[in-house]
């Protein structure tokens, strides 16, 4: 399958690849599910492969050595993003995460944001039961969102828990970013945050309006729904951003928002060297909302679906939590005792591996990759559901099952959970992951501490994703019980 290249006079090897159909390329054989697709092209061609969307050539990367080479040893050749259609509406372009700009005022760029978030959220709380500003949040919204649960069960008998774990990991960002919150039943925020399928499909590794471009000019839904998306997105951060630049006090910071404003300004005035404009904060705010909500509701969504699916292993879950901080309102610290809990959530993120690629990378320089030649500009797609579901990592992948993470001593086997690849590596590295983890942990620990999760009689659960950048399950019902007697439901 090797094919040979010439580039400046020299005979380069290029990748081994499938054949692939002129005008579409490999578009059609991808399927419903290309990551699966990727596993068995494995197979044939090994861990890196060619394959060409329209007329696109794209990398794809399987297996942790061949990953772990691309993202993190050679990770600034890598380190790049392609020009994706979808979102390039996303925060008017000055998005850091998915705007092709590259290079040291990109560096600045995250390095700024990454401060911000972490600044902002281990800020000292309010109140003097919770450790940081971010636990504070978390510890609030989720008993909202624990009365809601119940409440909508009193109410239907049954229901889909999306839009009330949607509102609540939301209002944790908001809350971050704004110092705001909203009610559960505030239409108008829901519009904003609730993203449907066809932005899920849009946004997918392999979008077609991606690689063939006269796609981007058809009026389908899922080529113009994430404009719609972005924009009435973009609007409401702009107008939040607006708002704080102009009540902006130095000696009274409010959010992320005003640490922004007052890292760029006040760097800006010391040293008159570029730092961020206006508009980039407007876009800086934009990725850390984005990106703070949609991945961790879509983390809960899952495993809610799983608790509902495997009732032993939510009740184990709940004597591990009444055995070990009874009921005592559950915060970071206790990750530390309660291995079993952290072993479920790692073992979501191997298992569901919801977000199944990275974000699609792109090469920056010509470079080369198990031997062969890939020039700059290369879009790189990395799997990494492969890799959460290789076989010489994971005895017996397809199985669920929490406890592969313990060791004998039932302690959280560390270097195993590093296997687990959802945050990315390297340059490209997701900068929420601590915020992510521990948000999650609060999240499902609280909601089990109060509540018992069940599916409705009869119903037939189905653990398929729906494909795109951050995959959903299909919609599903489930009741939730209050637990016990000293809690209230409504
Ligand atoms: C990027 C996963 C939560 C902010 C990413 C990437 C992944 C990821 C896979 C792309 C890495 C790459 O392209 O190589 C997740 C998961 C989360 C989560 C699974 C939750 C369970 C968060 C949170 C925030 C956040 C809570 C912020 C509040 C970002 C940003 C980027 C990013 C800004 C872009 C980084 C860049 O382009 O360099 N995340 N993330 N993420 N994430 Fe997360």
Redesign the pocket.
């Known amino acids: 399958f090797v094919r040979v290249l010439r580039s400046k006079g020299k005979k380069q090897v290029s990748l081994p690849g499938p054949w692939s159909f002129p005008i579409v390329g490999n578009l059609l054989q991808l399927g419903d599910h290309p990551y699966l697709t990727f596993m068995e092209m494995r197979k044939k061609y090994g861990d890196v492969f060619l394959i060409k969307l329209g007329m696109v050539p794209v990398v794809v990367v399987n297996g942790m050595e061949m990953v772990k080479q691309v993202?993190l040893k050679d990770g600034e050749h890598f380190g790049g993003?392609p020009n994706m259609h979808a979102f390039s509406s996303l925060a008017e372009g000055k998005s850091?995460?998915?705007s092709v700009n590259f290079g040291d005022s990109w560096k600045l760029h995250?390095k700024i944001?990454s401060n911000a978030?972490r600044t902002f959220s281990k800020a000292e709380a309010k109140s003097s039961t919770c450790s940081c500003l971010l636990e504070e949040h978390v510890v609030e919204e989720v008993s909202e969102l624990v009365k809601v649960l119940a409440e909508l069960t009193s109410k239907n008998g049954s229901f889909d828990p999306r839009s009330a774990v949607t509102c609540a990991v939301a209002n944790v960002?908001c809350a971050?970013c704004f110092g705001k919150r909203y009610d559960h039943g505030d239409e108008e925020f829901l519009k904003i945050v609730k993203t449907n399928d066809d932005i899920l499909k849009a946004s997918r590794a392999a979008n077609p309006a991606d690689f063939i471009p006269c796609f981007r000019y058809l009026p389908l839904r899922i080529i113009n729904g994430p404009r719609v998306f972005y924009q009435a997105l973009n609007q409401f951060i702009a107008q939040h951003v607006q708002d704080h630049l102009t009540t902006y006090d130095k000696n009274h910071m409010r959010d992320i928002t005003d640490a922004l404003i007052h890292t760029c300004h006040s760097k800006y005035a010391a040293t008159k060297t570029a730092t961020l404009n206006d508009d980039e904060i407007i876009g800086t705010v934009n990725?850390?909302?984005g990106?703070?909500f949609e991945?961790?509701s879509?983390?809960l969504y899952w495993s809610f679906l799983y608790l509902i699916c495997y009732p032993e292993i939510q009740a184990k879950i709940q004597e591990e939590i009444d055995e070990n901080i009874g009921l005592k309102s559950p915060r970071f610290e206790d990750r530390k005792i309660l291995p079993y809990t952290e072993a479920f959530i790692n073992e979501i993120?191997r298992h569901a591996s919801?977000?199944p690629f990275?974000?699609?990378?792109c090469t920056t320089a010509d470079t080369t990759l198990n031997g062969c030649f890939i020039p700059r500009k290369t879009c790189t797609f990395?799997n990494?559901y492969q890799v959460n579901h290789d076989e010489t990592i994971w005895d017996d992948p397809a199985l669920f099952r929490p406890e592969r993470f313990l060791n004998e001593k039932k302690e959280l086997n560390k270097s195993l959970v590093d296997k687990v690849l959802?945050?990315?590596?390297?340059?490209?590295?997701?900068?929420?992951?601590d915020?992510?983890?521990n948000?999650?942990f609060i999240f499902i620990t609280t909601v089990l501490q109060q509540l018992k999760l069940k599916k409705c009689r009869g119903a037939e659960l189905d653990l398929t994703p729906i494909y795109g950048l951050?995959m959903k399950p299909k919609p599903y019902q489930l009741q939730a019980e209050p637990r016990s007697p000293g809690i209230s439901c409504c």
């Not at 990275?358 to 990378?361: A, E, L, S, V």
């Not at 959802?422 to 992951?433: A, S, V």
Request: glycine share 8%; charged share 15%.
């Open positions: 993202l993003r850091f995460s998915f995250k944001a978030l960002v971050l990725d850390l909302f990106a703070g991945t961790v879509t983390c993120f919801f977000i990275t974000i699609p990378h990395i990494m959802i945050f990315g590596m390297g340059i490209r590295k997701c900068l929420g992951e915020v992510a983890r948000e999650v951050a």
